[in-house]
């Protein structure tokens, strides 16, 4: 486990999900009867381990109870089967309901039940439980015990008897002999089922978050780790001491293997859907990893299964799960995220912190004081109080000035006087997650656009000159120092070495700490990241400054785009479907260039006719191939390489045939160097390119441990490649405006202000009406201020900015109050007929490179059954040529083009064949044949039992 909270299994870095389930506790609810259409009540008891019991009244007024929702018997039965009540006995029990509601409930289901004793109670639930099974006491009692009174099969556990406790009203005290289902509580839950018929008592929203908790990390490996494998160790105990005779002597090692509690936390690890591979995008994807909740996994429900109110925001997700961020697909509402200040109390419940408020009475008049004390709340305690926003008018002393305020109470907006208001929320931001809180004016943003700026702040490259956004909202530190790559001056001191490699720091304790710098560090992203010094040597450090920064950091605050400047208009047409124009500054100047990093894997293996070799001799390839290749055959460190290059050479023994007389001859002169070998060198896959940074070799038999048996050695390469921005990379801001890069055109040609700055981005003023997301165009005009004025600002979620700040910053500043200047285009110097709104915007580049995808097909494989070429760039495949193209050439009357695509171009095999001779030899192309998927259509019909003849 690191530091970091995740876990490294076989050199993978890896994340446990928290999964959000049904607490145990007991739950009412009511629905209506299709036949009769009277309303039955229910209560359900949910254990954490073993059988769940329903309690229903049913429609003859029975009080009756089911076990896993099968086996139905009477209420009083199950009464009888804890301590052998008599009827008189049960009935005094309820003394404290309505003389009413026993009469019509209780006295009934008595009169029904037929037992008189306990051991006539246990042989009717053993009965119902085991129909057909022979009613024999002792495996009743059995039965029945193992089912309800075995800590082993039946488990309120903490949690549950917590629940029960405070949902009836109960003083047992939280401790493991009171984790199985007692007699008070079968009573008391009845009783209030009993109530709930006169509209006494309240029903359960089985979503609320009061009643959902969470299973976090140790729970879960606990659960689907070491107690699966604890079961299996107990198994194997038993089966070898039932072995053992009475003469032998036995050791605990020789019953006892550990085996399978090892296998099964690793199986937990490695196939969990509740274990997932750390996203290390950047250091923002790495923490949302961390606080990731979802309803699915084991015991949990399927997303296809999903219904909408599982999905939907409910309003006890305040401040604890963020509203915002979620997947856009199919998980949406399935998967969610924690909130900023959310925190899991030990039952697995979430809780967020409110201020507590002291109410000070002056004469007639109550005042009311926002204190400093702070108080975590789970979401059913929340609904007790009057609880406002942080937004409400407060004076210097932090009294309340505002009348009434709007509050929050039992799940409602309501307006109360302030004086009636119990607490108020720690920050406007606590409602959000830690990516949504780094958007500023997220307010001002469409929902759906909120999300897509979350997720767009996931997959930002970090970049090899980061720099923090000038317009950000306060949260960039603290995001930034949560995973621990970027170090801080735990005292005072001062600086005594510093490299790129490490930092000598002595503090003014007398203590020297050696700070180690990572550099250029793979992720399992393909990108790199790199830690960089802040300080120089000599230089004095005072406690809590930057001393590292890590990826997309800049001076400790998370980075991970560029300020740019932005100018909103349409240029000859290049910002069409959310086209990016940039300057080439952007490319000289490595603004938004990022490192790719690869690796590649060569094992050599011990095949059935003997092990692979290293080599540089390798058949069958041109010597200026190999001439990147050390005598071992080991591509050399600085080698720049390109798709088909070899990596690592090596060969692998063919099979032996029979020899022919010269063949025999050859082997006799020139020994074993005659042998059939084939080449299974490492090659650098089509489209991948890079230069040669590090090569690692781990031998089999020097570290056994780290290979497979089956593995002699294994040799890795990593290659390195600096990525610069170019056309077709995806760029994006904070709030939700992707798009590609259309066009990369010369700083000269961008157009500039009347100073002669040019812009480095255009983005079309469209995009932004259809989408709401405006508040881009509040952070273009406060990046404006923020750039004359040379300063950073800070624009909190949720907090309010007025327009007339906004308007006296630009006046003061000599700019338009709408920020709209007059443009100048870059080609021909005269300017626009019209303003534009031309700001600092913050942009980041988006792991979706050009580079990763970017694909083209001469010959290549093709289909073995349809003969059509493959699909996909992995492949070496082609784009189809589908139905709608087809439409495209019979709609410009181009059939002999038509032919070609769907025949010599796709499957006519013996066409194709021909057509490629005749271009060699330059001579007509002849006309195509049948096309190979009407010979497999042929075939399908035969095997339907079709016989079909070629009439022509």
Known sequence: MTDRGTFIVNGIERAIINQIVRSPGVYFTAEIDKTTGLTLYNAEIRP??????????????????????????????????????????????????????????????????????????????????????????????????????????????????????????????????????????????????????????????????????????????????????MVRVSREIKERMSLVTGETSVTPSQVVNSKPIIVAINSFYRTSQLSTIVDQTNPLSELDNLRRITVGGPGGIEKERASFSIRDISASQYGRICPIRSPEGPNIGVVTYMALYSKVNKYGFLETPYKRLEKIKSGSKTKVKISDEIVYLQADDEENYYISSNDIEIDENNYITSPTVVARHKGEIIEVES??????????????????????????????????????????????????????????????????????????????????????????????????????????????????PRVEKGQKIKKNDILIDGPSTDNGRLALGQNLVVAYTSLNGLGYEDGFVVSDRLVKEDILTSITMEEFIADLVDT???????????????????????????????????????LVGKVAPKGEKELTAEERLLRAIFGEKAKDIKDTSLRIPYGKRGNVV?????????????????????????????????????????????????????????????????????????????????????????????????????????????????????????????????????QTGSPYNRKVLVGTTYIMKLIHMVEDKFHARSVGPYSLVTQQPLGGKSQLGGQRFGEMEVWALESHRVPYTLQEMLTIKSDDVRGRTKAFESIIKGIDIPQSSVPESFHVLVKELNALGLSIDYIK
Request: proline share 4%; glycine share 8%.
């Open 694 to 826: 590090n090569i690692e070799t781990i031998d089999g038999k020097k570290d056994p441990n780290e290979l497979e048996p089956s593995i002699l050695k294994r040799i890795i390469v990593n290659t390195a490649q600096l990525r610069k921005i170019s056309v077709g990379d995806k760029l994006a801001g904070r709030h939700g405006n992707k798009g590609v890069i259309s066009k990369i055109l010369p700083s000269w040609d961008m157009p500039y202000l009347e100073d002669g700055t040019p812009v480095d981005v255009i983005l079309s003023p469209l995009s932004i009406l259809s989408r709401m997301n405006l508040g881009q165009l509040f952070e273009n005009l406060m990046g404006t201020i923020a750039s004359y004025k040379g300063i950073d600002i800070s624009a909190p979620v949720f907090e309010k900015i007025k327009e007339e700040f906004i308007i006296s910053e630009l006046e003061k500043l000599g700019l338009p109050t709408d920020n709209k200047v007059t443009l100048f285009d870059g």
């Open 419 to 532: 004086p009636q208001l119990d607490l108020i929320d720690v920050s406007s931001r606590q409602v959000v997650g830690a990516s949504a809180a780094l958007i500023p004016f997220l307010q001002n943003d469409d929902a759906s656009r909120a999300l897509m700026g979350t997720h767009m702040q996931c997959q930002a490259v970090p970049l090899i000159k980061p720099s923090f956004p000038i317009v950000g909202t306060g949260m960039e530190e603290k995001v930034s120092m949560s995973l621990g790559r970027t170090i801080k001056a735990k005292e005072d001191g001062e600086i005594k070495y510093v490299d790129g490699q490490k930092i000598i720091f002595k503090g003014k304790s007398g203590k020297t700490q050696n700070y180690e710098i990572e550099r250029f560090i793979r992720t399992n992203k393909d990108v790199t990241f790199d830690q960089r």
């Open 48 to 229: 954490y381990i073993g059988a769940w019991i329903d309690i229903t009244i049913n429609k003859n007024n029975l009080i009756e109870i089911k076990v896993n929702k099968k086996r139905k018997f009477l209420a009083s039965v199950f009464l009888k089967s804890f301590e052998g009540d008599n009827s008189n006995e049960i009935i005094s029990q309820f003394d404290s309901i309505d003389k009413g509601l026993l009469e019509k409930y209780i006295l009934p289901t008595l009169k029904k039940d037929q037992t008189k004793s306990k051991d006539e109670a246990v042989i009717e639930i053993y009965r119902k439980v085991r129909p057909g099974e022979p009613l024999i006491l002792d495996n009743a009692y059995e039965t029945v015990n193992n089912l309800f009174f075995n800590q082993r099969r039946y488990s309120l556990s903490d949690v549950g008897r917590y629940k029960i406790n405070k949902k009836l009203g109960l003083n047992i005290e939280i401790k493991k002999e009171n984790y199985l289902l007692t007699k008070t509580d079968l009573v008391e839950t009845i009783k209030y089922l009993v109530n709930l018929t006169s509209g006494k008592g309240g029903f359960d929203n089985i979503d609320h978050l009061g009643n959902r908790r969470l299973r976090t990390v140790g729970e879960l490996i606990s659960m689907y780790g070491i107690r699966v494998g």
């Open 608 to 646: 059935k006719l003997g092990p692979e070799e290293l080599t540089r001799d390798i058949p069958n390839v041109r010597e200026e191939v190999l001439q990147n290749l050390d005598k071992e055959g080991l591509v050399l460190v600085g080698t720049e390489v390109k798709g088909g290059d070899i």
